[in-house]
């Protein structure tokens, strides 16, 4: 089993910044991608960014030139780095990793989610 735990969330005003870490552990054999999906109240889930293999990453555009997704491989940790935070912001952030583990069987596991809230 994979485990993740994510930090960094809480509440701040627009156009501050918040940072968000996710750290997995368990049994991990490789990660292929690292992600973070939001989910504000009455909204559905939504992919915010993701790192995959290679460096590469994607943001959905409401995001772009704001947010910043870093991955860091030897420590298994994923970040999303939130600048210029805007109220429309606010939402649960859940962490998302998919990779396989040493027995080659995929896994595709999720944080408990960390809360932010941006004030206008």
């Known amino acids: 089993q994979v485990q993740l735990v994510e930090s960094g969330g809480g509440e701040m005003q627009a156009g501050g910044s918040l940072r968000l870490s996710c750290v997995a552990s368990?049994?991990?054999?490789?990660?292929?991608?690292m992600a973070w999906h939001r989910q504000a109240p009455g909204n559905q889930r939504e992919l915010v960014a993701v790192?995959?293999?290679?460096?590469?990453?994607i943001y959905t555009d409401s995001v772009k030139d704001r947010f910043t997704i870093s991955r860091d491989n030897a420590k298994n940790t994923v970040y999303l780095q939130m600048n210029s935070l805007k109220p429309e912001d606010t939402a649960v952030y859940y962490c998302?990793?998919?990779?396989?583990?040493?027995?080659?069987?995929?896994?595709?596991?999720w944080g408990q989610g960390t809360q932010v809230t941006v004030s206008s």
């Open positions: 790192a995959i293999i290679g460096s590469n990453t």
């Open positions: 998302n990793v998919e990779g396989l583990s040493p027995s080659l069987t995929p896994f595709d596991s």
């Open positions: 368990g049994t991990i054999f490789k990660i292929n991608s």
